[in-house]
């Protein structure tokens, strides 16, 4: 037989530092956490262990991490907002490549629109309107990363709530969700995602208007300056189109699983000893349910955040100058070849999120696969067993 | 056969009830969500008042919702419907876009799916684990993570100083037999057609067929996989068969998933078709649909968005239907 030699690399020591501080920072809440749930730590340490195995899966989180930095601190680090047109200001910023630095005159209008004279280096190129590429990707990515975590988020929670009721009652209840949910998925998604974001924005311009607090909401999330407010209804718009295009793929997909849950011997065992059935549903079928449903959502975030850009590119999402990646091709293709740069940087942003999201959520499927971390379990007492001997 | 007939009849009760509630969410986003869509069919702000109460009167936009619900229906049912925009026949429009422009797209891009995405992978899954099976498994990947109009731009920008594909216009053959103009000029033998037809097309179809490819990659290489870890590809090993008729029993037994989605993917590709149409200048239906939304032809768009779910409703009954002629175990 030959000898698997398992070393926990230092990466591991890392997931397991960061997974016993989690456990003593619950511990700290509720006493005896720690003690009770000895073998879901296990489990979570071997998860963490397989996903340390994976380089893919590394690569798709150093990816997704980077996004996410991205989004988050992107609006405080551009180093210039993303309405700012310095064509204005200086001829040659209009439609400048990469690289590109001009010398901002020191005059009255360019001050007031808040640029100081000096230099200013265009990173990535400028579109036609001299506003700075970089700047607006960095804004896009905020953009891109709340709707696509707001869609799939409210999107999953309809879904897997009306999958479980669905799946688990049964009957009538199972007939009738079951209908409406085939009536939506009776439209591919893009299609009725357009048909909804062609006549939204219409629908919700003068509710918007009147409910200021929301555009403030908005404003505050997607870091859009006041004077741009009324743009936020077109993209509430595509959020709540979205919303109602992304639920009917989570219920069936749960509705199936929770078919097949509902038949173990525990379900019976709950349902006798006098469980009611919200404690069922959520305390016994849900956990042993939701490996898949959290491969799906990772993966539907990267979905997310194409589709989004697929209907920018259409015209029907963010309307200008909120920065959208998409929007910023389409108003960009006209350009093309000339102005490669606007078409060719916001798609590989966009690709390189939605391939780290695909990744990462590959890797997460193995990690969840009880049988990896099983075959993992076996190497690691094995190591254990031998370091104790010798 | 007691049984087929059973699980045909019930599976076409379920399509009914279906498509009525299809034609209920087609109604509700085309005439109740916009609040007042004769002020925009008629011009906007700027439109006369007798001519939005004419429109108002025409399509009954004042009545009760079941009345405005009855008449939406069959206007759109009775194929003589007049866009209030564009004053043409909503239905012949419609029909012309989709029979020469998107339908031709959608099966070539199928053709792509099967040609491509079967083969890799099988040839996946029987070299698990090597260098092939990584490189194709991120070629897959890679499919499914690309924006269409990013990648649609690049291979324009690499193909067409070099000639590989024509970007404008559309060819069409002087004859009509079915209406679908590749498969005219094929029953017609007109290879010069077909010849212009790939020049403009293949690159379109190509696009639109990426990320199906990655999907049927991945599946295929999963279900083969499955496949062959049944207990009867160890009894043919033991008898001794060759190689290649193992993995011929395997195939047709992995085909049953495929089949499905592949099924499935069609509706999918008439769903993508509008962002490759755009990109392309493809007089299709797909585009058709984004014009009418610029115009605020609500009419033609819901029009537009009905036939296309009618076509994916269909391909999905068809592939339920077929799925359980295939498969004994699936007649419920």
Same mark, same amino acid.
């Given at each position: 037989m030959p000898e698997y030699v398992y070393v926990k690399n230092p990466l591991d020591k890392l997931s397991d530092a960061l997974i016993d501080a989690f456990a003593n920072l619950v511990d700290a809440i509720r006493p005896g956490w720690k003690l009770k749930n000895k073998g879901r730590l296990e489990e979570w340490r071997l998860m963490m262990y397989t996903l340390n195995r994976s380089p893919l899966g590394i690569l798709g989180a150093l990816l997704v991490a980077f996004f996410i930095l991205m989004a988050i601190f992107g609006p405080a680090v551009a180093?210039?907002?993303?309405?700012?047109?310095?064509v204005l200001c200086?001829?040659?910023?209009?439609?400048?490549?990469?690289?590109t630095t001009i010398t901002i005159p020191n005059k009255d209008f360019c001050k007031r629109m808040g640029l100081h004279p000096g230099k200013f280096e265009f990173l990535l190129g400028s579109d036609n309107f001299g506003r700075d590429l970089w700047s607006r990707l960095l804004y896009g990515a905020r953009t891109s990363l709340i709707v696509s975590i707001l869609v799939v988020s409210v999107g999953a929670s309809i879904g897997v709530l009306l999958g479980l009721i669905s799946g688990y009652y049964g009957g009538a209840v199972d007939e009738v969700i079951m209908r409406i949910t085939d009536m939506f998925l009776a439209f591919p998604g893009l299609i009725l995602a357009m048909a909804l974001s062609a006549t939204l924005p219409y629908a919700i311009q003068s509710w918007f208007k009147s409910h200021m607090e929301v555009a403030k909401l908005l404003g505050y999330l997607f870091a859009v300056?006041?004077?741009?407010?009324?743009?936020l209804a077109s993209l509430l718009s595509v959020i709540i189109a979205l919303w109602i295009v992304w639920w009917p793929g989570y219920t069936r997909l749960v509705r199936g699983t929770v078919l097949s849950v509902r038949e173990n011997t525990y379900v019976e065992a709950a349902k006798a000893l006098g469980v009611s059935d919200l404690g069922i549903m959520f305390r016994h079928i849900l956990p042993n349910m939701i490996g898949p449903v959290l491969v799906y959502i990772t993966m539907d975030l990267g979905g997310a955040i194409l589709t989004e850009a697929g209907l920018s590119f259409l015209g029907l999402g963010a309307v200008p100058p909120l920065a959208d990646w998409g929007r910023i091709i389409y108003d960009g293709a006209q350009f093309f070849p000339n102005a490669w740069w606007l078409v060719f940087w916001p798609g590989l942003f966009i690709f390189l999120t939605v391939f780290g999201f695909n990744l990462f959520g590959d890797a997460l499927r193995d990690a969840l696969d009880p049988r990896t971390r099983r075959s993992i379990e076996f190497k690691v007492k094995k190591v254990v067993a031998e370091e104790e001997a010798g | 056969m007691a049984d087929i007939k059973k699980f045909l009849i019930r599976r076409l009760l379920t399509f009914v009830p279906t498509l009525i509630g299809a034609t209920l969410i087609v109604f509700v986003i085309a005439v109740?969500? /916009?609040?007042?869509?004769a002020l925009l069919w008629a011009g906007?702000?700027?439109?006369?008042p007798d001519v939005v109460a004419r429109l108002v009167a025409e399509y009954h936009l004042n009545d009760t919702w079941y009345r405005q619900y009855y008449f939406f229906m069959k206007n759109i049912l009775s194929g003589k419907a007049i866009s /209030?925009?564009?004053?043409?026949n909503i239905w012949s429009q419609i029909s012309t876009r989709f029979l020469q422009v998107t339908l031709p797209l959608a099966l070539f891009s199928f053709i792509f799916i099967l040609v491509i995405g079967i083969p890799l992978g099988i040839l996946s899954a029987i070299k698990r684990d090597t260098w092939i099976d990584n490189i194709i498994r991120a070629f897959a990947l890679i499919g499914i993570s690309t924006p269409i109009f990013w990648l649609a731009y690049l291979l324009i920008f690499w193909l067409q100083p070099r000639g590989w594909v024509t970007l404008s216009g559309f060819p069409l053959p002087g004859y009509k037999i079915t209406g679908i103009p590749p498969i005219d000029a094929l029953l017609k033998l007109d290879f010069h057609y077909l010849w212009l037809f790939v020049k403009r097309m293949w690159l379109p179809a190509f696009l639109l067929a990426y990320a199906g490819i990655g999907v049927i990659t991945r599946l295929t290489r999963n279900s083969f996989l499955d496949a062959m870890s049944g207990e009867y590809v160890v009894f043919m090993e033991a008898r001794g068969f060759p190689r290649r008729r193992i993995y011929m029993h395997v195939l047709r037994n992995a085909l049953t998933p495929i089949v499905t989605v592949l099924g499935l993917m069609f509706g999918g590709l008439l769903a993508g078709a509008p962002i490759t149409e755009t990109i392309f200048n493809l007089p299709g239906l797909g585009r058709y649909i984004l014009q009418s939304i610029y115009n605020f032809d609500y009419l033609t768009m819901i029009t537009g968005v009905f036939l296309v779910a009618i076509i994916y409703m269909t391909s999905n009954l068809i592939v339920d239907i077929l799925y359980a002629v295939i498969d004994p175990r699936v007649r419920y």
């Open positions: 180093p210039i907002s993303y309405r700012t047109g310095l200086d001829l040659k910023a209009r439609l400048a490549p990469p690289g300056e006041r004077v741009d407010y009324p743009a | 109740k969500i /916009p609040g007042n869509p906007g702000q700027k439109a006369s /209030p925009v564009t004053s043409t």
